[in-house]
């Protein structure tokens, strides 16, 4: 528990991000989160300036995944404190310690990490479909026809895909993959969710290996 | 009792109550109306003159014209920039004549260079990937304003998004591969000339995501910040092959697509525009990643809404001829909520019903509602429908900024603007225009056949996206 603490208050950004409160509470009156869950902004600010431990904890359990992220708490607070990009510490510090509370929000998400973390685009074409989405309503196109045909009728070349938002080169792809090995996130990835880490990691040594084939192509010519 | 005894500002002087001992001496005589509403409590500060002139000076600078005392975590990051490029620490992207930049202030009253040529589209994922007709939009416009691509724009392959949707999501991700991220965009950003003949730095990168804006802006603050993330990215981006004479390059500005937009809408409007849309009522809805997250660089105009928004897609609206209405809750996030529009859709679809849409409708009774983010567009647009479970029958369009001023300028409402992707109810919006919704569709449908025998039309040459021929 003192360790998830001493991360948190170690990161670099800790500092930045919090500065004292006035307990003025503008944030949580402002906050999006504050209107549908037991989440506050002030809250989570009071608790890491109080230094209260045990209660950190107890908010990573749950509560700072319902935040949105919108910042607006940082916009606002007088004492230029950001609870927002407190909350962001604290999430990567759940990860960093396999938090249970990580691994139960993250479920849901694993499409997009699978998507984002082998193609660099979060939302592709084939994901908005009705059927993914059918509190969308029944009409969340205008113009019926095959998502292909549909694609190909927007008149920029990099948008005509449909398991991309854009068309990534290859090379870019794997300058990607280098970037998340390096960085750690795979080893994040590895621990929050073992089976997704696997199927991506296959994904990203076949990537790798058509762009070995590529680069040996562009050799021989 | 003399006026000036004890009930300050002579107020309520035959109120009940007044007179000598109702109030203690100094006090607000009042039966519960005071001074401007304030209540018993109020005392008069007696300040002389001259102290109130100084007094109210005081608000005036630094409420007024927004320079709060900024403290050393406020200063303006570009002055440390500059100071590690000349310690050779880093390369700084600049905007130069050559990218004709346009200047405007931004909250703090600092000054933002905003380049209006050679662009090098930074596109979002979430909006090519959902509502494509934002970049198509912006292309369209550009080349009606006669900017050339290859030379004078370029959307390459070469690019990732930022990736900080996963990671404001998910919190997978972290500063430093989001530094990383970034720092191999924008590099290519710096190089991308080369393939077209040009020198470094030709062109200069425009995001048109209001996340990747925000987060870059954040990054890079960080990055000047600390040299211990510097020296960690530097590792991967020497592996990558992506740093300059061993530096990292970075960008003198970060700028948003719709602070083009904002600077060119005068243009807009003079050059391009064909349709009247003084009938049309607008309210906006920015993206609270565009003005709140490092809002000391978003952009503020004293003549729109008198500075107290930000200046963005209100003054295109303005330049357009079309009605602005304002609403209590512009302030408000849209209720995106990056994880929540996955996997917690009930606070997004209630947070947009019942803080944007229902408002808009009810206050504003908007004809539409303008926004510059996908994230903003897509959880606006989708979720109006869910709406009717729970008897809010409101909706409105949504659309971006440049899809409006597109279809003002004449834009197929399909091919170009492509209206198609949205389910919010754009079709009286286009009548109201004076575009006939069936006529575009019907031309649209037949077009699409075109496009199955492979006959496709095209904003630019297509080799283009790959580096080839201009």
């Known amino acids: ?221 | 009792m003399k006026p000036t005894d004890n009930t300050p500002g002579n107020h309520n002087m035959t109120a009940d109550g007044a007179g000598p001992g109702a109030m203690k001496p100094g006090f607000h005589n009042t039966d519960g109306q005071g001074i401007a509403g304030h209540g018993s409590f109020f005392q008069q500060a007696d300040l002389s003159r001259e102290e109130a002139v100084k007094a109210t000076d005081w608000v005036r600078k630094h409420v007024d014209r927004r320079t709060v005392d900024l403290g050393d975590r406020m200063d303006d990051i570009r002055e440390h920039m500059w100071e590690l490029e000349r310690e050779g620490e880093i390369i700084v992207h600049r905007i130069t004549d050559v990218h004709k930049p346009a200047t405007v202030k931004t909250l703090f009253g600092w000054e933002k260079k905003i380049p209006t040529n050679q662009l090098w589209h930074h596109k979002s994922c979430g909006q090519c990937g959902n509502i494509p007709g934002y970049p198509t939009s912006l292309l369209w416009v550009m080349n009606n304003l006669g900017m050339v691509p290859g030379k004078d724009y370029l959307d390459e392959t070469d690019q990732t998004s930022c990736t900080a949707w996963n990671y404001h999501g998910s919190g997978i991700g972290n500063v430093e591969s989001l530094a990383a991220v970034f720092l191999r965009n924008f590099h290519q950003a710096y190089v991308s000339g080369k393939q077209h003949g040009f020198e470094a730095g030709h062109f200069f990168p425009l995001v048109h995501c209001g996340t990747s804006f925000g987060n870059y802006k954040e990054i890079r603050k960080y990055l000047i910040e600390s040299a211990e993330l510097r020296e960690k990215v530097k590792k991967i981006l020497g592996k990558l092959g992506r740093l300059v004479d061993g530096k990292l390059v970075i960008p003198e500005e970060i700028v948003h697509y719709s602070e083009w937009v904002h600077v060119m809408r005068n243009r807009i409007a003079s050059e391009l525009q064909k349709i009247d849309v003084s009938n049309i009522r607008t309210t906006t809805h920015v993206a609270c990643h565009y003005y709140k997250m490092v809002h000391e660089d978003a952009v503020y105009d004293p003549d729109v809404l008198g500075g107290n928004r930000t200046a963005i897609i209100t003054s295109l609206s303005q330049a357009l001829g079309a009605q602005v209405i304002d609403y209590s809750t512009w302030y408000d996030c849209c209720g995106f909520g990056f994880r929540h529009i996955i996997s917690e859709r009930e606070f997004t679809r209630s947070f947009t019903m019942d803080r944007k849409i229902k408002v808009a409708r009810q206050e504003a009774n908007a004809d539409v509602l303008l926004a510059n983010d996908t994230g903003c567009v897509t959880t606006m647009d989708k979720n109006q429908w869910i709406g009717k479970s729970h008897e809010q029958n409101y909706s409105v369009p949504i659309m971006a900024d440049i899809q409006f001023a597109a279809l003002a300028c004449g834009a197929d409402p399909f091919k170009i603007v492509q209206l198609q992707w949205h389910a919010s109810p754009c079709e009286d919006l286009v009548e109201k225009m004076g575009i006939s919704w069936d006529s575009a569709k019907a031309r649209f449908q037949e077009y699409l056949k075109e496009v199955e025998q492979g006959n496709i039309d095209y904003l630019y040459n297509p080799e283009l996206a790959y580096g080839g021929a201009k």
Request: with cysteine.
């Open chain 1, 1 to 221: 528990m003192q360790q998830i603490f001493d991360d948190i208050r170690s990161d670099f950004r800790y500092d930045h991000e919090l500065n004292g409160c006035l307990n003025c509470g503008i944030c949580t009156a402002t906050c999006p989160s504050a209107h549908f869950y037991d989440y506050s902004p002030r809250e989570i600010v009071q608790l890491l300036w109080t230094e209260n431990v045990e209660q950190v904890y107890d908010v990573m359990q749950e509560k700072i995944w319902a935040c949105a992220q919108c910042m607006t708490c940082a916009a606002r607070c007088p004492f230029k404190n950001s609870p927002g990009g407190l909350v962001a510490i604290m999430r990567e510090v759940a990860i960093k310690h396999g938090m249970q509370s990580a691994k139960d929000v993250l479920r849901p998400f694993g499409r997009v990490m699978l998507k984002l973390i082998t193609t660099g685009n979060q939302l592709s074409p084939d994901m908005i479909q009705p059927d993914h989405f059918p509190d969308w309503g029944p009409n969340i196109q205008k113009v019926e026809g095959d998502l292909k045909i549909l694609r190909k009728a927007i008149p920029v070349k990099t948008l005509q895909t449909v398991d991309t938002a854009w068309e990534v080169s290859l090379k870019t792809s794997v300058e990607m993959y280098t970037i998340w090995e390096m960085t750690g996130v795979l080893k994040s990835l590895e621990m929050m969710d073992e089976n997704l880490f696997d199927v991506i990691e296959d994904f990203i040594d076949e990537k790798k290996e058509d762009y070995e084939d590529w680069l040996e192509e562009q050799g021989d010519d």
